[in-house]
C-alpha cells in the first residue's frame, strides 16, 4: 500500500512558475513509476507528465514539454513537478499517481496504469 499526498498548489499568475510535490508513505516508493495528472472543470482527467522508477527516463504532453520537468528523489520518497511559463490553460488541479507494472512506453499516458493517486493539489493560473 502506497499513500500519495500532494501539495505546494496555489495561485499563480501567467508567465509564473511553482513546484508542486508528492510525498510518498512506505519503502517501496523506488520501485515506483511515478506520474502527474490534471484535471479542469468539464474536463476529463488528463496525462502531464511521468518519470521511471530509477529517473532514467521522463515522458511529458505535448502541451507542457518544454515548460515542466518532474524529478524525483527517492531518499525523500518524493516527486516533484516544476511548472515554467504557466498559462490559464494549466489550471486544474493535479493529482500525482504509482504504478508499479512492468510499464511499455504507452502505459505512462494511461491513467489505468497506476495503482494509486494522491487527493489532488489545486494550480491557478490567472491572466
Known amino acids: 500500500q502506497v499513500q500519495l499526498v500532494e501539495s505546494g498548489g496555489g495561485l499563480v499568475q501567467a508567465g509564473g512558475s511553482l513546484t508542486v510535490s508528492c510525498a510518498a508513505s512506505g519503502r517501496t516508493f523506488s520501485t515506483y513509476n511515478m506520474g502527474w495528472f490534471r484535471q479542469a472543470p468539464g474536463k476529463e482527467r488528463e496525462f502531464v507528465s511521468a518519470i521511471t522508477w530509477s529517473g532514467s527516463s521522463t515522458y511529458y504532453s505535448d502541451s507542457v514539454k518544454g515548460r515542466f520537468t518532474i524529478p524525483r528523489d527517492n531518499a525523500k520518497n518524493t516527486v516533484y513537478l516544476q511548472m515554467n511559463s504557466l498559462k490559464p490553460e494549466d489550471t486544474a488541479v493535479y493529482y500525482c499517481?504509482?504504478?508499479?507494472?512492468?510499464?511499455?512506453?504507452?502505459?505512462?499516458?494511461?491513467?489505468?496504469?497506476?495503482?494509486?493517486w494522491g487527493q489532488g493539489t489545486q494550480v491557478t493560473v490567472s491572466s
Open positions: 499517481a504509482a504504478g508499479r507494472l512492468p510499464f511499455y512506453d504507452a502505459d505512462y499516458f494511461r491513467p489505468g496504469s497506476y495503482t494509486y
